[in-house]
């Protein structure tokens, strides 16, 4: 066999399947946060608002606002990507996040809080809420919940 032979072989080789059980999306939010993890600490309100200003119109109002909301409500979180997504983080830890609709090709965004939220009410309680639009009574009830997450 020829080394011309043998180039076009290497050429024409299969790509590695694709991890099953994954979606695409999914493996493309694991990559981001294996690149968040190496990043170096940069300023994260600018890469946070940087994320949000790629996001297509209807998750950039949102990403914005929710940006807004947070950032009045508790000055204390600070911004960062959390798997390529807005996210608020007190001591280290992600409080809350932002998953906008286009991430997972889903009809609505979604506002979220991870266990380290001070959100717990008995046995049962919402951590994530599917967001289509924001009015006024939804603005409230969001800077409230940031409120209560990290008393």
Known sequence: MSTEDNVDKKATKKP?????????????????????????????????????????APDRALGERLHAIIKASAPALSPKLWYGMPAYAKDGKVVCFFQPAHKFKTRYATFGFNDSANLDEGALWPVAFALKELTATEEARIGELVKKAVS
């Open 16 to 56: 590695a399947k694709a991890i099953k059980g994954f979606t695409n999306e999914e493996r493309g939010a694991m990559r981001e946060r294996v690149k968040e993890l190496k990043a170096d600490k940069a300023d994260g309100e600018s890469v946070v608002l940087a994320k949000i200003g790629e996001m297509p």
